[in-house]
């Protein structure tokens, strides 16, 4: 984030453990050194310990990445809250070794063979076993067992035990007395001073920076050495967040200002100044996702029209709906007496030309009238109409009519699709449901043919696309119904997408 602005290669305080930013103070050195000659001079038991974020997984990874003496094969045990057995079988895993025996006895004897051999190929074993104060006293008692595998003069494997002062007072434990006075070579990590806390900023700064130019003032230098009470990896946090500070007030070097800030916000219980940049951050980043699943989900509503029931007024396309009206008139067949044909054809009356038109029940007034679904007949009878079919007739709408009234008479269309089986073939044909009295409305086609009244316009509702549309205005769904409508309405780019609420031209279908 602030790299350029302080001329930096890269971030200088992590709180992550980095060796290649590893600073000696006079009790890291000795720590560190007492590692090397411990392991070296095979002593067996090691131990070092130190308070949290003082650097001592730190100083044993810095071991561990340095050139070796010897071979050395190193064990790195990261969770020590594990049982013996447990222990020494990741102990021969890491050693890319199948124990002969699940047996605790056996699985120490067989690497006891094992450790000989590494030794007679001057190769070191080291066991490293971090947050060693956690480690059940048991494990730990039979941790000694291991320290008995050795030759006369050396111990075939090393065992460097890193804890916080908690550790100290694990080892005091009665139980573990033969355990701690196997311990060879011990080592205490200790806070760093004020001047060695500025010291180790400098340092970690030379090391990051291309220029070597100071981040920091030297009040605010002191002031974070101060507050930090020694502790490095305190030090790297509130190093980083005056550094963010100083970025954001364009201050370089950083000032006593900045880091007295960043103090009062890791001191009180709300939200740090670091902390608030990662809400609005985490903020944007959750607006972006929900706009993205609203617009997502519109598009998914436009593209996939709603499924029809059996009182929908609202049409569909006849071949997506003749599996599901199959299975709701078969069902409907079984709770009326008659055959499903004569239960139909009860609500059906034929024009001259075998089109189906509502037939009023008794007793029934003209805007009672239901539309059924119908069954799916078989599908050696079943021939699907394909060319267009006459498009619906409507009331004569006057030139002089408001274009209100021309969006209230598009609102109040609607159709079901029918299918009917009657014979070898089947004729489909929309059903328009009656409109309200005195309202404008769209009339069943009478035998002198459809009235119509082109051009119109029509306000599109939530889940159409032209296909249902063109179904709704002309009788079909027919891409050259389509590609009608798209030529006088330029801004429709896509017929499967179009907006609820925008406004389209439906003219006179002139078949070329």
Known sequence: MYLAFYGLKKEPFHTTPDPNFLYLSPTHKEALGAIIYGIEQRKGFIAITGEVGVGKTTIIRAYLERPATRKQKTIYIFNPVVSFQALLSTIFRSLEVEPKHHDQPEMVNQLHEILIEEYRSNSTVVLVIDEAQNMPVETLENLRMLSNLETVADKLIQIVLIGQPELNTLLDDPKLKALKQRIALRSTICPLTPKESQAYIEHRVNLASHTGHPLFTSDAMKLLAQKSQGIPRRLNILCDNALITGYGRQKNPATVSEVREILADLDSKGPSLLSRWQFLAAAALLLALASFFIVFS????????????????????IEENSLKNDTEIRKLSQNQPGSTSDHIEGHLEFNKENQPIPRQAKNQSPNNTTA????????????????????????QINSENSDSDSLKLANKSAEKSIVLPSGPQTSIQTIASPPDQG????????????????PRTRLVKKGENLSRITTEIYGSNDPAYVNWVREHNSEITNPDFILPGQQIILPEYVKE
């Open 298 to 317: 519109f598009s998914a509503n436009q593209q996939v029209p709603s499924e029809p029931t059996i009182n929908s007024h609202e049409s569909r396309p």
């Open 439 to 454: 309202d404008p409305e769209f009339q069943v086609p009478s035998d002198n043919g459809p009235t119509k009244t082109f």
């Open 372 to 395: 059924l679904a119908s069954p799916l007949p078989d599908s050696e009878n079943t021939e699907t109409l394909n060319n267009p079919t006459s498009p619906l007739s409507s009331s």
